[in-house]
């Protein structure tokens, strides 16, 4: 039962990647000019990429929110909400729009290669994550081993969202070429690496129910 789990777990894997790679490619033909409509480019609000990015961001808050009642652990609960942030960043364009507002609003300079609006969507990025990840951090110290060991896990895959969505965005203007491409293709594979551990954890209950449990130790003592 466990090979057959991991065997369906390693198949969504690679056909998420397979699927991330295709339209890097097809952004990489867009950009040299071999097709002119937008919606084939990563980088476009509405496009083929983004909408599947969408998607995938769907199934994570679903799957986390599912397994909180399942596992009746705040902890993914929290998980869950910051990816609902994450969809409704990503298709409202929240941190841009507010970016703007804050660069007019206090009227931020440009500066280090970077435009004023850089500087307000980094600040309302860091304004969101504090609150979320305060959320996460006291639900981190209520939950279990296991729980905390999951949370471990998703950590690190976020920091690495994090880092293309946020950092690699605010290089644009230093690297112009090749930037939504490091930007959006990076954010497309670390997602759809979340969706397949989230997935696993849905799919194999019993796993993680087993490594929750002590394990019973046996003492003999031959004289």
Known sequence: MNFHIEK??????????????AFMLLHIIHTIGLVSNDIYSID?????????Q?????WIVIILFIFAIRRKHIIYFAWSSLFIYFLLDDSLRI?????IYLAKYFEFQPMF??????????IVSILFGFLLFTFIGVSYLLSDNVAKRISKHIFILVISLVFFGVIVDMLHPIIPRGGSLIEDGGEMLVM????????????DPVKQEKSN??????????D
């Open 44 to 52: 476009t609000d509405g496009g083929y990429a983004e909408m599947f």
């Open 8 to 21: 369906v777990g390693s198949k969504i894997l690679f056909l998420l990647l397979l699927a991330d790679f």
């Open 54 to 58: 969408y998607i995938k961001e769907f």
């Open 95 to 99: 941190h841009e729009s507010f970016g």
């Open 192 to 203: 759809s690496i979340i969706v397949w551990y989230v997935f696993n954890l849905w799919i």
């Open 113 to 122: 290669q970077l435009r004023a609006q850089d500087f307000g969507e980094l």
């Open 213 to 222: 449990k002590p394990q019973l130790e046996i003492h003999s003592n031959i």
